[in-house]
């Protein structure tokens, strides 16, 4: 059995304009050590996804409304409110796309990351304390002793991202939930903030879910990738699997709108046309098929499953694995569809 | 830190020069009605002998600029002048008033901390909940009910009504401080007082929690695996405070400036019915020795506040001398 293991996940939101199905019907899971990469646009349902795991979601409007999240062996979705709490900061730990706001700019930075470690391993203020200046020296901070007393605003943004670091690791959960944890950061403390979480990973054996939509990370980082679109995975699979045999025409065009510097300099990027959909009303059939170059009658009709198409690597599209439908191989259907 | 606090104690000599030159205006011939040697010979016959003596006396008899000089010379020697009504220095009148002033200030900033954050807070943790609605409608009717009408509701009602319907045993005093002063007279005065700042304190309140609440690090204190109570009253108040302090503290400088109309329908001996009478008796040394007083007062505590913040929220250093 895997470390955590969710199956068919919904979480639901209502709003005044309807239901806004954020995650509907997710299947994943995380082995011990290993990172799990969570694809897609914005509004893809990938946040959500990862509150959920907390069981973080705002109620109202929000609610979980269907499927289990088994963390060694226990439904983090059945748990009562006290041990839910137990669990976060302590099992599954997370941290947040900007660092310039997830921490409280009104306590010292020490204080912050000890906290964790008062709550949930019982520690006093002073060993709380001594191991947040301990965390800091892990993460690569200087003077941690001295930067400990500091407040949030005396720290750069990678040293924030860092702490932040710190902080979830503080109590060695299970899980390390990342959501876009380098988005806001510069592109050389972004690759400074990924080789530290790969090297505290090495070290303690964490799990990794890491939510982006920078497919360089996932390549840099990820042994399997999860491709979410409308609130449903589209492609799921091993990183190898997802970059170099990828099934689903969305993935293809997340792939063609990457920059690749490696082979034609003056290439043209390929992004993908249109928007994403509204999660109130998403289209009919395959929820893709409006931005589908590849989209016939039978999309507009029928709602893909996910099914495996080879060993470990499934996908939602009518046509993947059929001869022919290949990224940069298949035929995009001219003309509109009925 | 020291830099900053000397610059602003300098900054106070000119906003000083300029209130104590305002009133001085005032005393043009003719701007005023009224002549201050007849309110000082008062029933006394008034001969040309004792007016001269008086005009020397005060020195009435020389151009105004000249009287200002006098007047913040002796200002400077901690003299106020001597009341034209009352024959005794401006300085031992507003002593006696003052202690009564502060500890009405007082009263009233604990029903605005108490009362007023307390209803923020509730209001915001349980917004559009039934309490959430009292508190926002009782104080949109609160910050538009003119005090001293407020004043005399409470008295009418707790102070005469209440004494009918219970036989006279039950009632709260409506003027005075008591003697010996007492701690029920000083309740309803207070609360008036409070009012329309209490109101104001518990919207702030509201409102800054409810920005809290809906912050980053909200979310990240959750993510921690914090007690919802330790989330709200620790990672969200200690932010949503920090404007809640300073109206508090503005509001202490102004009332301990005395609060005219409260003391005047409670006939609260403070130093703003003394400066709402020497007015009406055109008492001219009191009304300029009290305010000038009140307005050192109001800027040292608005000082007071101003470095207080810098403990409340680490993101203000003065003086530049933070990195």
């Known amino acids: ?182 988005t806001a950061l510069d592109v050389t403390i972004q690759a400074q903030i990924l080789e530290l979480m790969i090297e505290l990973q090495q070290r303690k054996g964490t799990a990794i879910i890491m939510i982006t939509h920078d497919l360089g990370v996932v390549a840099d980082m990820a042994d399997d990738v999860m491709v979410m679109y409308a609130g449903k995975q589209v492609e799921y699979g091993s990183a190898h699997d997802v970059f170099y045999q990828p099934l689903h025409p969305y993935t293809w065009g997340l792939l063609d709108s990457l920059p690749r510097h490696d082979i034609d300099e003056k290439g043209t990027l390929l992004p993908i046309e249109g928007q994403p959909p509204s999660l109130i009303d998403v289209p009919s059939g395959c929820a893709f098929h409006p931005r589908c170059p590849y989209a016939q009658d039978r999309c507009v009709k029928e709602s893909p499953e996910l099914r495996e198409i080879t060993a470990g690597h499934q996908a939602a599209c009518h046509f993947a694995g059929e001869d022919g439908f290949v990224r940069g191989e298949a035929v995009p259907v001219t003309g509109e569809v009925a | 830190m020291f830099k900053y606090v000397m610059r602003r104690l300098f900054q106070m000599i000119p906003v000083f020069l300029g209130v104590t030159l305002m009133l001085f205006v005032l005393r043009i011939p003719g701007l005023l009605p009224g002549d201050p040697i007849q309110l000082i010979v008062g029933e006394r016959e008034l001969t040309p002998a004792l007016r001269a003596e008086i005009e020397e006396k005060n020195h009435l008899n020389e151009p105004l600029h000249i009287q200002y000089g006098y007047y913040v010379g002796g200002l400077l020697q901690g003299d106020l002048g001597e009341s034209y009504q009352k024959s005794r220095p401006v300085t031992e009148i507003l002593g006696d008033k003052f202690p009564n002033t502060f500890r009405l200030a007082f009263a009233a900033i604990l029903v605005e901390i108490i009362v007023g954050v307390l209803a923020g807070i509730i209001s915001a943790v349980k917004q559009y909940s039934f309490w959430d609605v009292l508190v926002t409608l009782s104080t949109s009717v609160l910050v538009s009910v003119p005090v001293f009408w407020l004043g005399m509701l409470l008295q009418m009602f707790f102070g005469i009504k209440l004494k009918e319907w219970t036989g006279g045993s039950v009632f709260l005093p409506i003027s005075g401080m008591g003697n010996p002063p007492d701690f029920v007279h000083l309740i309803l005065p207070a609360i008036t007082l409070a009012s329309v700042s209490t109101a104001y304190v518990a919207r702030i309140m509201r409102s800054q929690m409810l920005e809290a609440m809906g912050q980053d690090y909200i979310r990240t204190a959750m993510a921690k695996g914090l007690t919802e109570r330790a989330v709200v009253f620790k990672h969200a108040l200690k932010n949503a405070l920090i404007p809640v302090v300073t109206y508090i503290g503005i509001d202490l400088g102004a009332l301990m400036g005395g609060a005219i109309l409260t003391e005047s329908v409670f006939s609260w001996p403070g130093v703003g019915r003394e400066i709402y009478l020497a007015v009406l008796q055109r008492d001219w040394p009191v009304v300029m020795g009290g305010v000038v007083v009140v307005v050192v007062i109001v800027m040292f505590v608005n000082l007071l506040v101003d470095i207080s913040y810098a403990a409340l929220d680490p993101r203000i250093r003065y003086g530049g001398a933070a990195e």
């Open chain 1, 1 to 182: 059995m895997a470390l955590l293991e969710v199956t068919n996940l919904k979480t639901h939101f209502t709003t005044r304009d309807g239901v806004v199905r954020a995650v509907d019907g997710v299947s994943f899971s995380v082995e011990e050590g290993h990172t799990l990469a969570i694809v897609g646009e914005s509004g893809s349902g990938k946040s959500v996804t990862a509150l959920s795991l907390m069981r973080l979601i705002p109620d109202p409007p929000g609610k979980i409304i269907d499927g289990s999240i088994i963390l060694r062996g226990d439904d983090v979705l059945k748990m009562d409110a006290s041990t839910v709490r137990a669990m976060r900061g302590d099992r599954i730990a997370m941290i947040f796309q900007d660092p310039m706001t997830s921490l409280n700019p009104v306590f010292r930075v020490g204080f912050q990351i000890g906290e964790a470690l008062r709550i949930h391993k019982g520690l006093s203020r002073k060993d709380a304390a001594a191991r947040a200046v301990e965390m800091l020296d892990l993460v690569g901070i200087p003077n941690p002793a001295e930067r400990a007393r500091d407040y949030p605003h005396q720290f750069s943004g990678g040293m924030r991202q860092r702490a932040m670091i710190a902080m979830a690791l503080a109590c060695d959960p299970d899980v390390l939930i990342a959501d876009e944890p380098t």
